[in-house]
């Protein structure tokens, strides 16, 4: 296993979880630096000391885990990003990776899994638990087939909530009223098969309209 000298920060909002893993990394070649239970001030830690490994959790009382991997590794890009979390949601998978990780495993891995998570990552892998890699492996529907078509205004708003403006702050913007700006949302949800804004801005993404 390459575990040899590996230094690891904890990120999970639960302190009974934190101290599980300490106990389970209790070895030699592992040296836990630091644990925290909110993401700003891991990201402070972990921009100073550099460590080889943060696991990291997607649950944080004060950002979301998906966005402190996406700063981890502007301001660490050296450090590895490995998620351990409860959510199996393949949206959020595949954001995470998008922003970096270098591997997503569930929290009822075993420590012999984990351990071999922790080596795979540090080899230069992108390493999942089982599950998790069969939910990656099926493509969704918006996947397998064409874009939907878009009106031009529809490319508009689509690019505008990808910027994170609210329907407010469009609907300001265009001169319309916010029902309008709603209409054309859920219009593009239904467009893309998609449930929330998240899965809207990934699939843009992947049929390269953002």
Do not use: W
């Not at 998620?83 to 199996?88: A, E, F, M, Q």
């Not at 012999?112 to 990656?136: K, P, T, W, Y």
């Amino acid at each position: 296993m390459y575990l040899d000298k590996t230094s690891i920060v904890i990120v999970d909002d639960h302190s009974i979880v934190i101290e599980g893993l300490k106990s389970l990394l209790d070895e030699d070649p592992l040296d836990v630096l630091g644990h925290f239970t909110s993401g700003n001030e891991a990201c402070d830690f972990i921009e100073q000391k550099r460590p080889d490994l943060v696991l990291l959790d997607i649950n944080l009382p004060d950002v979301s885990g998906i966005d402190l991997c996406r700063k981890i590794k502007a301001t660490a890009p050296e450090t590895k990003v490995l998620v351990l979390s409860n959510h199996n949601e393949r949206n959020i998978i595949m954001q995470t990776l998008q922003n970096g990780a270098n591997g997503y495993m569930l929290k009822n891995i075993s420590k012999q899994g984990l351990l071999h998570g922790i080596s795979a990552v540090m080899a230069g892998e992108i390493h999942f638990c089982n599950e998790i890699r069969d939910i990656i492996s099926k493509p969704t529907k918006y996947e397998l087939g064409d874009p939907p078509y878009l009106t031009k205004r529809e490319k508009q708003i689509l690019r505008m909530v990808a910027d994170g403006e609210t329907t407010q702050e469009i609907a300001s913007q265009l001169n319309v009223s916010p029902l309008t700006i709603e209409t054309h949302r859920r219009n593009l949800h239904h467009k893309f098969q998609v449930k929330n804004v998240a899965e809207l801005i990934m699939v843009a993404n992947k049929h390269q309209l953002l």
